[in-house]
T-cell receptor, first 113, second 113 residues
């Protein structure tokens, strides 16, 4: 298995632009997680899905952030409009629900100028 | 809210030394605890998962213990090698069975050749 796949790996954009981050979980996993990592706050859960359904989005910082999972093999995290304080590394992870061990993708490093 | 703390924040040891990394959490009602490794600019690699009913898990030179009642876990690394240099993160999952993770801030380990 290729593991969790994220794209792009790096994204540089200007304030106000829309940013879309993509994730393909490990085949057969039915839970998917989006995390954000910054120096100041460490790793924070933004939202997670079970069987494509959002379960807890309390970590989503603002209405500018939205996430979708249209099918079991694809998820997006969108920021619109982006702001400099959104600059961070965004990780996607997946797991079997019952097993609960999470496997992380390589992350997307986002820089908003 | 669950708070996870890791001490020390940074640690340097000479090659070959055995070492212990510490993790503490404020709410003992956990489902499991997971240790990860993160290399600079990379994603997280799962090292060990301990279920709440377990006391320890071992993988090669790594041994993780869990004392749920006192809210503590340790990661023991035997015969450290320069390749072990990385940031080590612990994370706990709440007892509700929800599989979101609360992360500590990590311990940055440097093994000096």
């Amino acid at each position: 298995d290729a593991g969790v796949i994220q794209s792009p790996r790096h994204e540089v954009t200007e304030m106000g632009q829309e940013v879309t981050l993509r994730c393909k979980p490990i085949s057969g996993h039915n839970s998917l997680f989006w995390y954000r990592q910054t120096m100041m706050r460490g790793l924070e859960l933004l939202i997670y899905f079970n069987n494509n359904v959002p379960i807890d989005d309390s970590g989503m910082p603002e209405d500018r952030f939205s996430a979708k999972m249209p099918n079991a093999s694809f998820s997006t995290l969108k920021i619109q409009p982006s702001e400099p304080r959104d600059s961070a590394v965004y990780f996607c992870a997946s797991s079997f629900h019952s097993d609960n061990e999470q496997f992380f993708g390589p992350g997307t490093r986002l820089t908003v100028l | 809210k669950q708070e996870v703390t890791q001490i020390p924040a940074a640690l340097s040891v000479p090659e070959g030394e055995n070492l212990v990394l510490n993790c503490s959490f404020t709410d003992s009602a956990i489902y499991n605890l997971q240790w990860f490794r993160q290399d600079p600019g990379k994603g997280l690699t799962s090292l060990l998962l301990i279920q709440s009913s377990q006391r320890e898990q071992t993988s090669g030179r790594l041994n993780a213990s869990l004392d749920k009642s006192s809210g503590r876990s340790t990661l023991y690394i035997a015969a450290s090698q320069p390749g072990d240099s990385a940031t080590y993160l612990c994370a706990v999952s709440p007892q509700t069975g929800a599989n979101n993770l609360f992360f500590g801030t990590g311990t940055r380990l440097t093994v000096i050749p």
